[in-house]
């Protein structure tokens, strides 16, 4: 206000008009702002007794409803497993199952029998389920290269894909890589008494992988000729972003027991069907002694058959509340005067200097 | 240093005393530059502060940032991380931590010598008017010449108001008798005028004649500034005309009042005393620092530990897997490419082999345990400290225009743990603004404040410094009829208008008929004396090398200065030898009582000596300086013998110091008693407010004084320091043996005082008073120097009088070395350097006494009593938030490693994270980097008002309460809960899921950086929208890192954020997480605040709950402080 003030009086005249102002541009004295002086406005909270009860309470009134509500969902997920590794073997061959799956001339064709335990809203989900594959081992995870699915002019692409980069001439194998590698390639097929439950394999994989990270113009090649076989084969005639079980495969799980989406079944099921399922067994886990689990599962706003979050809510919740009541006791049996200045401790203990 | 005249003795001193020997001189052709520079062993004008080159700019920069440990450590990890076998990151994402530290340091660092060379080249570039002759032809003419062409030897010209581009010695200047006058304000800091002179006999001469015709003979560069050693050879000449530190003006300082002065460049460039001044400040760090180290330690060890087990458990797991890994697909143990090499594996290398990389690796992951942006968050936030602490209105003096000053950056927080403070007395406990207040003359005492008015009737000259008279003195001095007394008393006041160095600068006043003069000097008890002369009739009024004029009651009378011996410390007076008007040749002499009545002849006027005695004890137990004059007239035998002495010791090469020294102590001797005058030191403003507030928060005012004792006792009591009830203990030996006496009586009697009164209401305050000869034989012998700690400690005040420099630097010691208490000095002169370094916190007043304790300060102010808001409010804060800080820090980059560190669990203990690799990085350099410095900077715990009100508050930081081993353990194990709660809750919820590795990452990245920084605001005390901004706008950038890092499409992790982001699972987990992390701190914090709490809590519902009440009745009580 002073200066503007001034501005007006010495229009005419020189800056000298103000000597006030003139001063305070010689002086070193610090301009005061309230930014400066460390006085902007604030809020000072303090946890009163009030705030910590009803900050429980609330939590707790908030975390068990929720807990109900998610632990009802949870319940009304119908979830069938069935592992079949070990089940699929031959009985001659259990002590040697190591050899039953590398002999190719064995038939790996096996079929399994499921009951449906409760009716199944369609849309039903179908995940195999690996035990022990550690698909988040660092020698797994690098092993890959996201710019060579991409573009088909980076094929030549192959850094970080060690040991599946090329083949034993020196080709790039597109896809490269242990992933793509090791892809899984088991398959499934259901039938309901005569009627073929179809597996709906489209849109398994995420759209974004299908249109941003596997191109349509990149065609596997050299896959799988190495030395080892990994898994699957691929037909080269179709391009990586119509390979939706490649795509699936490739979005490495976070824990080394996971489920991957196979297909989805349209069909509502009914209470004490009998599901048959023709499987060829074709995956190795019996090197490693991994489990293979066919999963039909039906799913709610919360994902699968996962008590765990239910639990979780209403012990938090509840463990809130009791908190909220254990401090409002606390809180009565040594109540404290708020800002009483007799706590200080000099005041406490005048002669405590 | 046993003898008291050595030890009062400082460096700077001694060296000038130093005598000059041919082999140390240098020396200079006045006006030839070019043989001067014959053998180029001169530095030449231009000047460099700036530390780099562009070119070396890198290498050193780099070189001196990795002085610091930490950055090695991080070096080493990036440098591992290049290692194939080891490669956890990305190049980009390993260096980038350490890039990110370096650069913006670098950056910092090249700033600021990019505004060095900038400042260099405006200063290389100046102009100044050389002499440049033509050969031959005698002509000769000023040149303006860069300053950076100025070469030593060089004759130079300076106008009024420059400043001289070099040290040159004087050779002619405008005033006929070859008076200079310079103001050394960038020198010192003291802005008065100092006189300098030039030389009779190169004033006579034409300077162009000089030129090639004289050599000076001078002393090798040094940085004291008071002293300077050399002589003068005129060609036609056989003798040696002596230079002194009068005849010399340096860079760095202005000429003034003065038209021209001409000088020849004996110093030039990096030589000059104004450069080799320049050096910094020792660096000291902070206890908060040290102590932080302690915590680094457990930190590493945690690391070691997680690391061991990791690669422990990695060795098991592949021994179990042994069998299985070759044909394992997620393993691929051969390489079926290159089979054919000699190891077929494919990065493998044997289980032993694959520990140690395992452990390497792991040491990589989680390499943030150890907080490497705390460093940088450290520097930044006491930058912004420093910037408040500056700006702060309350901290700024304006008698002096003198804002605070942060000198050092690094110590801010030790502020806030001051036990002990050492200060000075002269200058700042005192204004060092000196009042004449009484006088004794003649026996004949004249104190009494009453009678004292201002001057009345029209002088022609007024004192710019009013001065009151006492009536009855002037009635004496007028009466032209002589009585004895009268005689006497108009000596005295001759005495005091001629015995000084006091130059007079005749200004116009308001009225034209009255002129107002100005006494400037370099000593304030000088000029208090010539204006109290001036006052009663005595006024000097003109000042040449040869002689001073005095209006003696309105007649100007002529007095020759015919030999004058300067004041140095050890004879502690000085004295002139005066050509009187009347033809008698009278020496005066003033000093110190102690020196003064030695040489004085008691015969004389027994009487006189003993009434004066009596008023000098008076004088001093008010608290007042005395200085007692003296007089005699000479006969002409000993004048002339006194003449040759004085010129042979003059003109001495060897010894000059001391020969002169012996000519003043030949020649002072039966001194005849004049009289005594008191002068009134006055206490700086607000210092016995500010003394009690610091007592009241616990922290010892230990006085320093080179006063003697009477004088220290008595300022002890008008500051407060001292209080009646206090039982006095005084240690005041002439020897070692009566010294180790008065110990023992001491230590004696304080085990009986603290018996008697063990119930502490009833303790009796003691102070201890000490004089700087007892110290002498303390500090010989540590057994002693041991008792003297156990008095001083058990003492609620110490003072000791009569130290020297060094001796204050042995008490700041003495505590420093046998307690852990934090030492502050605080001093404003030269004297107080030595203190200054020594204490854990130095600082300097920027008031009368000069620039050298500002120098060596780390922290500079105007005025006493700002410590009182510097400790109790901003130290409190600045301690409080980096203690705090670094503990968050620590908090928050562990919480983050055991997260990291669950999941390698669950990943064959290979050292996968599914956070992604820039998630990693960024996160202790964005993700939670910036509230916490915010909240560092800004929050702050109670508000001024509060911590002044109650300076016990400041205990906090005494005892420290915010940074300590129990809450480092209290917050790593809420930061090991956390962890678990972040890693744990979603990973049970996804067991036997569907879940990617990217999205769990995202989740745990988000629920990680929500919870850290929801943790912080809860601890956040104050919220202004800054704080706001910091806290919510860090987890929103948090967001948007993690889509932007899920938007490329090359990423493993691509879109998986959006995916995530659309399932309800993810927003239940993620309250889930912050909700089960927060309960534990947030019960403990409910349970500490409100069943045990501590002071600054109570202070803080006090504050919430009055503050409306406060706002109807605001205090006064503490208007000292809140105003300026």
Not at chain 2, 95 to 102: E, G, K, Q, R, T
Not at chain 2, 265 to 287: D, F, H, I
Not at chain 2, 702 to 717: C, N, R
Not at chain 2, 940 to 946: A, E, P, V, Y
Request: glycine share 6%.
């Amino acid at each position: 206000m002073d200066s503007s003030n001034a501005a007006g009086t010495s229009n005419g005249g020189s800056g000298d008009g103000d000597p006030a102002a003139a001063a305070r541009r010689n002086t070193k004295m610090p301009k005061y702002s309230k930014f400066t002086q460390q006085e902007l406005p604030a809020c000072k909270p303090i946890l009163t007794p009030k705030w910590v009860v009803s900050v429980f309470f609330l939590v707790g009134v908030i975390f068990v409803p929720v807990g109900v509500v998610s632990l009802l969902a949870a319940r009304d997920v119908v979830e069938i497993i069935d592992r079949y590794d070990d089940a699929c073997v031959p009985v001659n061959m259990t002590d040697n199952k190591l050899g039953y799956i590398q002999n190719e001339t064995i038939s790996k064709e096996c079929t399994r029998t499921l009951t449906v335990t409760k009716d199944m809203k369609q849309p039903i989900f179908v995940y195999y389920q690996l035990d022990n594959f550690y698909q988040n081992h660092r020698r797994y995870v690098k092993s890959r290269n996201d710019a060579q699915l991409r573009d088909y002019k980076k094929a030549n692409q192959t850094t970080s894909c060690e040991p599946e980069r090329t083949t034993a001439d020196g080709k790039p194998i597109v896809p490269c890589g242990l992933i793509a590698w090791s892809l899984f390639n088991d398959t499934y097929i259901f039938n309901r008494g005569n009627e073929n439950l179809t597996v709906d394999k489209k849109d398994i994989s995420w759209k974004s992988d299908r249109e941003h990270k596997f191109a349509k113009n990149v065609y596997p090649s050299n896959f799988q000729n190495g030395g080892l076989i990994g898994g699957a084969k691929l037909d080269s005639s179709i391009p990586l972003s119509d390979q939706e079980d490649l795509i699936v495969w490739m979005r490495t799980a976070a824990l080394p027991t996971f489920r991957k989406l196979y297909g989805r079944i349209y069909v509502d099921l009914k209470e004490n069907d009998t599901i048959t399922v023709k499987l060829d067994n074709n995956y190795n886990t019996y090197s490693f002694g991994g489990k293979k689990k066919l999963v039909l599962s039906t799913a709610t706003w919360l994902g699968g058959k996962n008590d765990f979050l239910g639990f979780a809510y209403l012990i938090v919740g509840g463990l809130c509340i009791f908190l909220a009541f254990a401090f409002t006791l606390l809180y009565v049996i040594k109540p404290r005067k708020l800002g009483d200045h007799n706590y200080l401790s000099w005041n406490r203990h005048p002669a405590g200097r | 240093m046993a003898e008291d005249h050595g030890s009062s003795r400082n460096m700077s001193m001694s060296m000038s005393q130093k005598e000059l020997g041919d082999e140390d001189a240098r020396a200079v052709r006045v006006g030839d530059a070019a043989r001067t520079n014959e053998r180029l062993e001169f530095a030449g004008n231009a000047v460099r502060t700036a530390k780099y080159s562009p070119f070396t700019f890198l290498p050193r920069n780099l070189f001196e940032q990795f002085h610091r440990l930490a950055y090695v450590y991080f070096l080493a990890i990036a440098v591992l991380n290049q290692l194939p076998q080891l490669a956890v990151f990305g190049r980009g994402a390993s260096v980038m931590p350490l890039a990110f530290v370096l650069t913006v340091t670098a950056v910092k660092d090249a700033y600021e010598d990019w505004r060095r060379h900038r400042a260099d080249r405006a200063e290389n570039n100046r102009l100044a008017a050389v002499l440049s002759t033509v050969p031959g032809a005698g002509a000769a003419e000023y040149v303006p010449t860069k300053w950076k062409d100025v070469r030593v030897g060089d004759i130079v010209r300076v106008a009024a108001n420059e400043s001289p581009p070099a040290d040159m010695v004087l050779l002619a200047t405008s005033d006929t008798t070859g008076v200079a006058y310079v103001q050394t304000l960038n020198l010192d800091g003291e802005s008065n005028l100092k006189t300098r002179y030039a030389k009779q006999e190169t004033l006579t001469t034409r300077v162009e004649h000089l030129a090639g015709a004289a050599v000076i003979r001078c002393e090798r560069p040094n940085r004291n500034i008071y002293g300077f050693q050399a002589n003068l050879e005129l060609q036609e000449e056989s003798r040696r005309i002596p230079l002194g530190p009068s005849n010399i003006v340096l860079r760095g300082c202005d000429l003034k009042n003065t038209a021209w002065a001409v000088g020849v460049v004996v110093y030039a460039g990096r030589e000059t005393k104004a450069m080799l001044n320049n050096a910094g400040t020792p660096t000291k760090r902070s206890r908060l620092e040290t102590h932080m180290n302690r915590e680094t330690l457990f930190l590493s060890g945690i690391l070691i530990v997680l690391c061991s087990l990791v690669a422990a458990l990695s060795g098991v797991w592949l021994r179990t897997h042994a069998t299985q890994l070759e044909l394992a697909q997620f393993f691929h143990k051969k390489d079926y490419l290159n089979s054919d090499k000699e190891n077929s594996n494919y990065n493998y290398y044997g289980i032993a082999a694959q520990i140690v990389f395992n452990f390497l690796m792991a040491v990589i992951v989680f390499q943030i345990m150890i907080p490497i942006s705390l460093y940088i968050s450290m520097e930044l936030v006491r930058l912004g400290q420093a910037y408040f602490m500056i700006r702060d209105a309350r901290l700024y003096d304006a008698s002096s225009d003198s804002r605070f000053q942060c000198r050092a950056l690094n110590i801010n927080e030790d502020l806030g743990q001051v036990k002990c403070i050492f200060s000075d007395k002269t200058g700042t406990l005192t204004q060092n603004k000196m009042e004449f207040r009484c006088a004794s003359i003649d026996g004949v005492d004249y104190s009494d404040i009453t009678r004292q008015r201002p001057v009345e009737g029209d002088l022609a000259w007024v004192p710019k410094v009013p001065v009151n008279v006492d009536r009855e003195v002037m009635a004496l001095v007028r009466n032209v009829g002589a009585t004895e007394q009268g005689r006497y008393t108009r000596e005295f006041f001759i005495a005091l208008a001629t015995c000084n160095t006091i130059v007079p600068l005749i200004l116009d006043g308001p009225d034209p008929k009255k002129k107002v003069i100005d006494y400037q000097g370099e000593s304030p008890d000088e000029q208090a004396l010539v204006s109290a002369a001036a006052a009663y009739g005595f006024v000097l009024v003109e000042r040449t090398s040869g002689h001073i004029v005095i209006d003696v009651l309105g007649e100007k009378q002529r007095f020759d200065v015919l030999g004058l011996h300067e004041f140095d410390s050890d004879r502690k007076r000085m004295s002139v030898i005066i050509g009187c008007p009347d033809k008698t040749v009278k020496l005066f002499v003033k000093g110190a009582d102690s020196s003064m009545f030695g040489i004085i002849d008691k015969t004389l006027n027994p009487d006189v000596v003993q009434a004066t005695e009596k008023h000098l004890h008076s004088y001093s137990s008010v608290g007042l300086r005395t200085l007692v004059i003296g007089v005699r007239e000479l006969t002409q035998t000993e004048f002339l013998e006194w003449q040759m002495a004085y010129e042979r010791a003059s003109t001495a090469l060897l010894g000059r110091g001391n020969l002169l020294r012996s000519v003043a102590a030949n020649i002072e001797r039966n001194m005849r008693l004049l009289g005594a005058s008191g002068i009134e030191d006055k206490l700086q403003d607000g210092v016995p407010e500010a003394i009690e507030k610091l007592r009241q928060a616990e922290i010892k005012v230990w006085v320093l004084t080179g006063d003697k004792q009477e004088t220290a006792i008595s300022i002890g009591y008008s500051c407060k320091l001292l209080t009646q009830d206090m039982t006095q203990i005084v240690i005041n030996s002439n020897s070692r043996e009566s010294c180790r006496r008065s110990l023992d009586d001491a230590i004696s009697m304080v085990h009986k005082l603290r018996s008697l009164s063990t119930d502490s209401q009833s303790r009796v305050p003691l102070a201890l008073i000490i004089d700087g000869n007892s110290l002498v034989y303390i500090f010989d012998d540590t057994e002693r120097e041991e008792k003297l700690f156990e008095v001083a400690i058990a003492c609620d005040v110490v003072l000791c009088c009569r130290v020297a420099p060094l001796q204050k630097a042995g008490i700041v010691d003495l505590i420093k070395k046998r307690t852990s208490d934090m030492t502050l000095a605080i001093g404003d002169g030269a004297n107080d350097v030595s203190m200054i370094q020594m204490a854990d916190v130095g600082i300097g007043i920027s008031g009368q006494e000069g620039r050298q304790a500002v120098m060596a300060s780390d922290f500079a102010m105007g005025q006493f009593r700002f410590l009182v808001p510097l400790l109790l409010v901003h130290g409190h804060w600045n301690y409080q938030r980096m203690g705090y800080m670094i503990l968050y820090n620590f908090y928050r980059n562990a919480t983050f490693v055991f997260v990291l560190f669950w999941y390698v669990l669950y990943t064959g203990f290979t050292l996968t994270t599914a956070i992604t690799e820039w998630s990693s990085v960024l996160y202790s350099v964005i993700y939670t980097a910036v509230p916490t410095i915010v909240v560092a900077i800004l929050d702050k715990d109670l508000s001024r008002r509060t911590l002044l009100k109650y300076p016990q508050l400041y205990g906090a930081g005494q005892r420290e309460e915010n940074y300590n081993l129990r809450l480092f353990i209290y917050i790593m194990m809420d930061s090991v809960w956390q962890s678990l709660a972040v890693f744990f809750i979603p990973y049970l919820a996804y067991r036997k899921s569907a879940i990617d590795s990217a999205s769990l990452g995202d989740l745990w990245t988000l629920s990680v950086v929500i919870l850290v920084n929801i943790h912080l605001a809860m601890d956040v005390i104050r919220w202004t929208w800054i704080t706001h901004a910091a806290i919510w706008g860090s987890i929103v950038a948090t967001w948007i890192c993690v889509i932007v890092i899920d938007s490329i499409p090359i990423l493993p992790g691509f879109w998986a954020i959006y995916k995530v982001m659309g399932t309800g699972l993810f927003w239940a987990l993620l309250l889930a997480v912050i909700v089960v992390g927060m309960i534990p701190h947030f019960a403990a914090k409910a349970i500490r605040e409100h069943f045990i709490p501590n002071d600054i809590q109570i202070a803080r519902e006090m504050e919430k709950l009055k503050h409306s009440h406060e706002l109807t009745h605001p205090e006064v009580q503490m208007s000292t402080f809140a105003q300026s």
